[in-house]
């Protein structure tokens, strides 16, 4: 049922990409993602940083596959089990977001 509630949420978010990230986005980044992709660790493109550019030029489709299939030194899922597309997706967009 939260887990209704938190899918739910997270599609009204990608209709509406001015409404902020949800939690859940955020906690699965914060376990997942962040090890790496908080400091750019081995190459991994650095969080909220200008390094996403070129990257989400590639559209967002292959950003996601590559996420799911693993590139380079990424791991496939970013090691993220419980993760669905959806979650990937979610993550890519609010770690992709320059602050
Ligand atoms: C063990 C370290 C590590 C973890 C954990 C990790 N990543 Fe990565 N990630 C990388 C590295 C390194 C790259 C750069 C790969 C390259 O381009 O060679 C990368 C690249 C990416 C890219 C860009 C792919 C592209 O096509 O340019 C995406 C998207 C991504 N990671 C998403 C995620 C998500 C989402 C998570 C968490 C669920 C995650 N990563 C967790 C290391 C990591």
Not at 74 to 83: D, F, K, L, N, S
């Amino acid at each position: 049922m939260i887990k209704n509630t938190v899918l739910a949420a997270a599609l009204l978010c990608s209709a509406l990409p001015a409404v902020a990230t949800d939690d859940y986005t955020i906690e699965l980044y914060e376990i997942y993602c962040s090890a790496c992709h908080g400091v750019g660790v081995s190459g991994a493109p650095t969080a909220f940083s200008d390094e996403w550019r070129d990257r989400v030029n590639q559209g967002m489709d292959t950003l996601v596959s590559h996420a799911i299939n693993g590139i380079g030194n990424m791991p496939a899922m970013g090691t993220c089990v419980e993760c669905t597309e959806d979650d990937i997706r979610d993550i890519i967009q609010y770690m992709a977001k320059e602050k």
